[in-house]
């Protein structure tokens, strides 16, 4: 199974439970899924993004390991190119309990130094899965369900 469809499979549980709230979601990389930076260059907002009064929570999905999906965040809110603070969940998707384990100590240094100089613009979550079921993905889906809970109005 390729990168994009593993992901893909991710992501599903996600957009039902959102649906299910009632919530309208974004993903993908068309045009209203991107934050430009100048023409034909932008960033994905997100493999899956709900836009909330208060906030934006952002999910994405690593099978590939690296931390880019976490840095661009820290650029976008010192560069203005978001307003509203960013709740972030970064899944990723291991095959074995070790797996991106060096990637999510980075993770987790650059996630502290961003909380820090970003304050009240900025939360995260890391979560680890070992597949893409509803099952696997429980806890990550716990935190996804409370932050739009909590900030749908």
């Given at each position: 199974m390729n990168r994009q469809t593993t992901e893909a499979l991710a992501l599903a549980p996600f957009k039902a439970l959102a649906e299910t709230l009632g919530f309208e979601h974004s993903s993908g990389q068309g045009a209203g899924n991107r934050l430009p930076i100048k023409p034909n260059v932008y960033f994905q907002f997100g493999d899956l993004r709900v836009e909330?009064?208060?906030c934006t929570v952002v999910v994405e999905v690593?099978?590939?390991g690296g931390v880019?999906?976490?840095a661009k965040y820290?650029?976008?809110i010192k560069s203005r190119r978001v307003e509203k603070p960013i709740k972030l969940l970064h899944v990723f998707l291991q095959e074995s309990v070790n797996d991106y384990e060096a990637h999510i100590?980075?993770?987790r240094f650059l996630a502290s130094q961003m909380?820090?100089?970003l304050g009240s613009k900025w939360e995260s979550h890391c979560a680890k899965s070992r597949g893409t079921s509803e099952a696997s993905l429980a806890p990550?889906?716990?935190v996804f369900r409370r932050w739009l809970e909590e900030n749908a109005t």
């Open positions: 909330l009064p208060r690593e099978s590939a880019t999906n976490l820290w650029e976008c100590i980075v993770w909380q820090q100089t990550a889906l716990a």
